[in-house]
T-cell receptor
Framework: DGGITQSPKYLFRKEGQNVTLSCEQN?????MYWYRQDPGQGLRLIYYSQIVNDFQKGDIAEGYSVSREKKESFPLTVTSAQKNPTAFYLCASSATGNGGWDEQFFGPGTRLTVL | GDSVTQMEGPVTLSEEAFLTINCTYTATGYPSLFWYVQYPGEGLQLLLKATKADDKGSNKGFEATYRKETTSFHLEKGSVQVSDSAVYFCALSEKPGANSKLTFGKGITLSVRP
């Protein structure tokens, strides 16, 4: 079945450590996105990529980094520079880079907790 | 910039009650409007959408009409079920283009009791 997978489902990190969240899609979508979800704040866009080897900052990119070396993969690294990294992280993809004009398909999310 | 405002929650209803969740937006252009739903422990999924004024999106008994004059896209359902318990997000996207993105509201939690 086609879809988006995120791993791991739960992730614990010590302060000062970098951690990488995985996102893989087999939908043959060009565009991929990373969102952060905090209680009472909805979803905020971290980074997005409309094509392989290209990506743009979203609204809250500070303390995060991404790569897009393959069409199906868009890993997110939460660096030690991110001051409040504990959150629920959602990856999404869409057929093209036309933003929300294409339906975005979401993965099940990764809950990151900094100890 | 663009923004989406949803009514404050949470909302608790009895099964078969009528549901309205308010959503208003601010946009410089002529956006498309969406409702996404997040069931417990899952990612978001598209519930319905509308791309121009007076369009009505509908799915699974839910409906929302794009009202340009009031910049609103309220979600309604005539008779809710326990299985509708979830978080609902209103969202918009400006015209397609290289930098077109989804802007989400804060979401509202709906709980339906038997």
């Amino acid at each position: 079945d086609g879809g988006i997978t995120q791993s791991p489902k739960y992730l614990f990190r010590k302060e000062g450590q970098n951690v990488t969240l995985s996102c893989e899609q087999n939908l043959n979508h060009d565009a991929m996105y990373w969102y952060r979800q905090d209680p009472g704040q909805g979803l905020r866009l971290i980074y997005y990529s409309q094509i392989v080897n290209d990506f743009q900052k979203g609204d809250i990119a500070e303390g995060y980094s991404v790569s897009r070396e393959k069409k199906e993969s868009f890993p997110l690294t939460v660096t030690s520079a991110q001051k409040n990294p504990t959150a629920f992280y959602l990856c999404a993809s869409s057929a093209t880079g036309n933003g929300g004009w294409d339906e975005q398909f979401f993965g099940p999310g990764t809950r990151l907790t900094v100890l | 910039g663009d923004s989406v405002t949803q009514m404050e929650g949470p909302v608790t209803l009895s099964e078969e009650a009528f549901l309205t969740i308010n959503c208003t937006y601010t946009a410089t252009g002529y956006p498309s409007l969406f409702w996404y739903v997040q069931y417990p422990g899952e990612g978001l999924q598209l519930l319905l959408k509308a791309t121009k004024a007076d369009d009505k999106g509908s799915n699974k008994g839910f409906e929302a009409t794009y009202r340009k004059e009031t910049t609103s896209f309220h979600l309604e359902k005539g008779s809710v079920q326990v299985s509708d318990s979830a978080v609902y997000f209103c969202a918009l996207s400006e015209k397609p283009g290289a930098n077109s993105k989804l802007t989400f509201g804060k979401g509202i939690t709906l709980s339906v009791r038997p």
